[in-house]
Structures are given as structure tokens and as C-alpha cells.
């Protein structure tokens, strides 16, 4: 601690041994400082405010239906990305500001140093921006912050109508394309169901094989009671009728002859007729089915052909008072209808039999290939669901979009206000003189401190005996004192009241100025 104070105080003694030094570089420093200060031009700031209203009725009203956008997050990013160069240069050329300057790098110049020294900054959460430029020309800063307020109003949410446009652009694509996927699985879907008709036909109830191939036995067994049932009352009839005396009728006139003397044959063939129609419905003319069928009806008018022929034969051979006059028996010939209709039942039924047997055959022979093609089917049905939704909601989207560019075209969600309008402040924001004198008499001081130190430093004295040892590395064996006359203490004193002086004045003069700066900010 000792060898600390001992060093403090000899370097405190070179430099007092120093301080003209110091003197002269605090003078030096402090008119520097004070020229660089006065010559510092004042920069006055123009201030505006704005405030941005975010709340709009619509927003509820139109809530489900339209695309809802965040407004105070678009403001935000509004503001921010406002300062660009490219904005700036066009707050240039609005304002006039390149007037007189002709080349291009003191416009680059012109527009960095507007970038530096503008800002826009929000104040709070209320949606209130302030927006301040300074310069030394307090029209100059006036005209630029009012050029920047007019852009950031009438930009506003100006880039939603081109947002709308291109997204409603992207989803007619998307549209378009999904239009074109949805027909190709039309397409696709068709024609499996035109390959597979006959498995798909039966699918299309939304049953599976099992349930269709149960359903087509159950239905084939009624069939076939039904057939028994009829057969044996035909069969009844049958035996009934054998007990009857038959009457022959006369041959009235010939266009009916056919008609009334071969019922049975025309029940058949009314019931084969039925059976073709409903066959042609669901089936094509090549059809096995309706191939057969149709065989079976041409068989049928050939057998009433010759029915009607035979007919008349018989009534061509017997006598003439036969063919003159017969009477009738009621109960054969209502035995006889009976008969023919029960006829044309048994036909009716065992061609729904064989047609239900057929089907099942069917069905049980396509075992293999039934659960393949409803997976497939399926498999089609579902890719053709996904993309219908697809399209579907594609389509919805663009009606929100259309509504929402619709909206955005007619309401405005943010109107934007000017609060205060652009101002010029009449002190200068920019150099605060009465903060800056203090500081730099603090450096004038503190700079002949250091040149005092540094003066001491390179050219160093000896005050002390110890001092003198440490740096000769040999003993010292005694000091003789000086005792100052008159002369030499009227030299110190002198000098001492030079030195105060020096240093009072220094101090003095930045007192004076700022005096004189603090009357002058109260005018």
C-alpha cells in the first residue's frame, strides 16, 4: 500500500513538474472542442402522428363468410416495411427534394441520409405511429415528414386488391386443375361400370356379395313354392275339367278364330312379352336372356299358328248342322278359363324361376371375381369422393375470396387519421449545446491531465533520494536541500497564480458560454 502511494505521489509531482503541458493542451483541446461545437449546425425535427382505426362493424357481420384478416398485424408490417429504398425514392421525387441535383450518387447520397435520420415508430398499442425526420432546414424536414404521412395514409391496406387478385388467380387454377381429375375419374368410374354392368348393377343397392347371393336364394325358394302352389292348382283344374262335356262354338267369323280358341298360348305369350320388356331394361339385345326369350315368344306364335290352322281343319271336316249351331256348357268354359289362366301363371313363374336360378348360378360362378371388383369399385368411389371434395371446398373458397376482394373494394377495415399534423419543433433537437460544453471542458481537462501524465512519462524527473537509488542501482549516501530565496518564491508564486489562472479562466470561459446559451434558449 505504501509502494502505491509512493508512486501516486511522484507521478503527482512530474506532473505538476508538467503542467504547463497540461495547461496548453487543455486550452488547445478546449478551443477545438468549442469551434467543432459552434460550427455543429442545429438540426430542427418535424414530428407528425397517426392513428390507425382498426375496428370496423363488418368484421362480426361478416364473420364466416369472408376471410377474416389480422388488419392491426398488416399495419404493423405496413409500417415496417414502408422505410425502403424504393419508397424513399419515390418521397423524393414526390416531394421535389432532387431538385437542382443532377447526379445520380448525391441522389443515392440524398436518399441514404433521408433513410438514416427518418423514423417511423409506433407508440403503444393503440395503433399510433409517430413519424419524425430532423434537418437543418426546418421546410426541408417539414416537406419530407408530410410526403412520408401522405404515403403511409393513402398506401393504407392499397396491396390487398393485388393479393385478391392473385389468389383468386391461384384458386381458378387450382379449380381448373381439380375439374380436370374429377372428370378423369368420372371417366374412370364409368367405365368399370360398363365393364363390370352385371356386378356393379347388383352392387349399386349398396349390398355385399354375401347379402346379394342370400337374398337371390331366399327370393329364388318363394319362387319355386309359388310354382308348386300353381302347378298343382292348375292340376286341379285340370282334373276338374275332365269331368265336363265340351262344346265346340262355331266358327263365326275367322279374324277371331286364333284369338278365341287359343287363350293359353296368348297368356304365354303376353307373360313372355312382359319378361322381354323387363329383361330389355336391364340388360342389352345381346343378352342371353332376352336371346332366349325371344326364341321362346317366336316357338309360342308358331304353336297358336298352327292351333288356329288345326282349328279350322276340324271345322272345315264336321257336318254342317255341328258348324250351324252349338249350344254352350257355362261351367266348362269358366273351368276353362280358369285353366288358361292358371296356365299362363305356371309359365309366368317358371320363367321368374328360371330367370332367379340363373342369377344365383350367376352369382355363385362369379365368386372370384364379385369381391374383387367391389374393391375396386370402391377403391374408385372413394378416390372420386376425395377429389369432389376437394373441388367442392376449392370452389367455396373462391366465393370467399370473391366476397372478401368485394368487401375489401367497398369497406375500408382501417381508416387512418392524422392527429397532429406535421410540426417543426423551434429549438434544435441536434447539437444540445448546454449538455455538450459541459462535456467538453470535462475533455479539455481531462486531455491536459494526460498530456501533463504523458509529458511526465517521457521525460521523467527525480524528487526523492529513494527515487534517485531505484533508478541509479547505487547507494545514496546523503541529499542536500534548497532553500529558496525571495526571488524564487516570487517565481513560484508567480507561477503558482499563472497556473490557477490558466485553469479559471478555462473554466470560466465554458461558465460564460453557458450562460449565455441558457439566455439565449429563453428568447
Keep these: 500500500m505504501d509502494d502505491i502511494i509512493r508512486q501516486a505521489l511522484d507521478i503527482l509531482r512530474g506532473m505538476w513538474h508538467r503542467r504547463w503541458i497540461g495547461v496548453a493542451a487543455a486550452w488547445a483541446t478546449a478551443i477545438i472542442g468549442a469551434v467543432v461545437l459552434a460550427k455543429i449546425p442545429d438540426r430542427f425535427e418535424a414530428s407528425a402522428r397517426v392513428y390507425v382505426d382498426t375496428s370496423s362493424i363488418l368484421a362480426p357481420l361478416l364473420a364466416g363468410l369472408t376471410v377474416q384478416p389480422d388488419i392491426d398485424q398488416q399495419v404493423g408490417m405496413l409500417a415496417r416495411t414502408l422505410l425502403t429504398r424504393p419508397n424513399i425514392e419515390k418521397l423524393v421525387r414526390g416531394a421535389d427534394l432532387d431538385a437542382g441535383i443532377a447526379s445520380p450518387a448525391a441522389k443515392d ?8 435520420q427518418l423514423r417511423l415508430s409506433a407508440a403503444g398499442r393503440d395503433n399510433v405511429y409517430n413519424v419524425s425526420f430532423a434537418d437543418t432546414d426546418k421546410e426541408h424536414a417539414s416537406r419530407i415528414v408530410q410526403a412520408l404521412v401522405s404515403m403511409f395514409v393513402e398506401s393504407g391496406l392499397g396491396n390487398k386488391r393485388r393479393d385478391t387478385e392473385s389468389t383468386r388467380r391461384f384458386i381458378n387454377d387450382q379449380i381448373r386443375a381439380y375439374e380436370k381429375r ?20 347388383s352392387a349399386a343397392g349398396g349390398q355385399d356379395y354375401v347379402t346379394r347371393t342370400a337374398a337371390a336364394a331366399e327370393e329364388l325358394s318363394r319362387a319355386q313354392v309359388e310354382l308348386r302352389v300353381a302347378e298343382q292348382s292348375r292340376d286341379a283344374l285340370k282334373r276338374e275339367l275332365a269331368g265336363e262335356e265340351p262344346i265346340l262354338l262355331p266358327d263365326l267369323t275367322p279374324s277371331l278364330s286364333s284369338a278365341a280358341l287359343s287363350p293359353e298360348l296368348d297368356a304365354r305369350i303376353d307373360t313372355q312379352k312382359r319378361l322381354l320388356d323387363e329383361l330389355l331394361r336391364r340388360y342389352t339385345d345381346e343378352h342371353p336372356d332376352v336371346s332366349a326369350t325371344r326364341r321362346m315368344i317366336a316357338s309360342l306364335e308358331a304353336q297358336k299358328q298352327q292351333a288356329a290352322e288345326a282349328r279350322r281343319q276340324a271345322l272345315a271336316a264336321a257336318p254342317p248342322s255341328t258348324r250351324a249351331s252349338a249350344a254352350t256348357n257355362p261351367v266348362f268354359q269358366q273351368i276353362r278359363i280358369s285353366l288358361t289362366e292358371s296356365e299362363a301363371n305356371v309359365a309366368a313363374l317358371r320363367a321368374r324361376v328360371g330367370e332367379l336360378q340363373a342369377r344365383l348360378d350367376a352369382l355363385r360362378a362369379s365368386v372370384n371375381r364379385v369381391p374383387q371388383v367391389e374393391a375396386e369399385l370402391s377403391q374408385l368411389n372413394r378416390d372420386y369422393e376425395v377429389v369432389r371434395q376437394s373441388y367442392e371446398q376449392m370452389v367455396a373458397r373462391r366465393e370467399s375470396a370473391t366476397l372478401t376482394g368485394e368487401v375489401d373494394e367497398s369497406a375500408n377495415l382501417a381508416e387512418f387519421r392524422i392527429i397532429e399534423p406535421p410540426r417543426v419543433s423551434d429549438k434544435p433537437v441536434f447539437p444540445n449545446r448546454m449538455a455538450m460544453v459541459p462535456l467538453v471542458l470535462l475533455m479539455a481537462l481531462a486531455a491536459g491531465g494526460a498530456a501533463a501524465f504523458l509529458a511526465s512519462q517521457l521525460f521523467p524527473t527525480i524528487h526523492t533520494t529513494r527515487s534517485l537509488r531505484e533508478v541509479a542501482q547505487r547507494p545514496v549516501l546523503g541529499s542536500l536541500s534548497l532553500r529558496p530565496n525571495d526571488a524564487m518564491i516570487k517565481q513560484q508564486r508567480r507561477s503558482m497564480i499563472g497556473f490557477s489562472s490558466s485553469v479559471a479562466g478555462l473554466v ?9 446559451l441558457a439566455l439565449a434558449s429563453r428568447t
Design 182 to 201: 374429377l372428370e378423369e375419374a368420372e371417366n374412370r368410374l364409368k367405365e368399370f361400370r360398363l365393364r363390370n354392368m352385371a356386378i356393379t348393377s
Design 109 to 116: 447520397q440524398l436518399v441514404d441520409k433521408i433513410m438514416k
Design 508 to 516: 470560466g470561459a465554458y461558465g460564460a458560454w453557458l450562460v449565455w
